[in-house]
């Protein structure tokens, strides 16, 4: 590890302004991820700013009906907060699939979010990686791929990202504030994370400095909530694929329905033409393949990834099956 100046911020502002002075500053907290990527120098920071006592770890509901979460509320906090487990059960579901007991105790709600991809090969500093160092090629494009992405990725990455939790609060419509230069703004989630294209470095919107304070969940969203995560050991690992799904069912019809899909692209996924086509039609296997079909229609295997076209069609089919009649 290489030596960094370690500085603890006193207030929010105080963070922020850090932040925005120090050369190749990161925030920590929790830690879980940032740590081990220092400890292989794929993450080189010159400041450490401590954040992990500032007043950011608290879950308000708002005037509006909506619920704040704070951006150092632990992953064990939230899972079992009893309004997430009573109104938002996907995302402690989400939660309680993404790490160990031990994990969840440091992992912050702000830390999951910008975790880093879990590639072999941005993870080996003798490899190419154009994410971890650009220009210097995608190692995975030709060789082992089997966690890698179907969707979204480009020439330069085909790396997916992690988080379980990320894909909950895709499929809820989550918004992100964020601290910046003085001024605080808030972005939908799914504006918030970029996709590769030809620079798979710059992974979000966020600028130098910024510091995410909270994210807001929408009012309690009414329908079946489940979270099915595919993963190659029954704990403790990353997904294959996994699907976020809110159902309104009437019995008859899909009134309403949100869906994400993690493990499949570099971003937590959401494609609405998929719940265009599903809303208001009665259940099927004909319009579960259609769903899937445009799921997709854009999607490429890489080679030894290539099972995940067939995993994510089936998974899909089973969610919406177990949402709409109680099946598989």
């Known amino acids: 590890m290489r030596p960094f100046d370690y500085q603890r911020a006193e207030s929010i502002g105080a963070a922020a302004g850090l932040a925005r002075d120090a050369r190749n500053a990161r925030f920590i907290a929790g830690g879980t991820n940032l740590l081990d990527l220092m400890k292989l120098e794929i993450e080189t920071p010159q400041t450490l700013i401590d954040i992990s006592r500032l007043p950011l770890d608290t879950i308000e509901e708002t005037d509006d009906g909506r619920l704040r979460i704070g951006a150092l509320v632990t992953n064990a906090d939230l899972a079992a907060d009893h309004r997430v487990r009573r109104d938002y059960p996907v995302l402690s579901r989400a ?83 964020i601290l910046g230069g003085g001024t605080q703004r808030t972005i939908a989630l799914e504006q918030f994370y970029r996709l590769p294209g030809n620079t798979p470095h710059i992974e979000t919107v966020l600028e130098p400095g910024d510091l995410i304070t909270a994210v807001v969940l929408p009012a309690p969203i009414p329908g079946r909530h489940s979270y099915r995560k595919v993963r190659d050991r029954a704990s403790y690992a990353f997904a294959l694929t996994s699907i976020a799904a809110i159902v309104d069912f009437d019995g008859t019809t899909i009134r309403d329905i949100r869906l994400a899909f993690g493990g499949l692209a570099p971003m937590p996924w959401r494609d609405r033409d998929i719940e265009d086509l599903l809303r208001g039609k009665a259940p099927s296997d004909a319009l579960w393949d259609q769903a899937a079909d445009t799921l997709l229609a854009d999607a490429r295997g890489y080679g030894e990834n290539d099972f995940k076209l067939a995993l994510a069609r089936r998974t899909l089919a089973a969610v919406l099956d177990q949402a709409c009649n109680g099946g598989r």
Request: aromatic share 4%; hydrophobic share 35%; glycine share 10%.
């Open 95 to 177: 939660l309680l699939a993404g790490a160990s007991g031990q994990l969840r105790n440091k992992a912050t709600t702000a830390g999951n979010l910008l975790q880093r991809t879990r590639c072999y090969y941005f993870y080996n500093p003798a490899m190419p990686c154009n994410k971890r160092e650009p220009g210097s090629g995608c190692g995975a494009l030709e060789g082992h791929n089997r966690i890698h992405a179907i969707l979204g990725a480009s020439e330069h990455c085909i790396a997916t990202h992690p988080s379980d939790m990320a894909v909950a609060m895709m499929a809820l419509e989550a918004e992100v504030e």
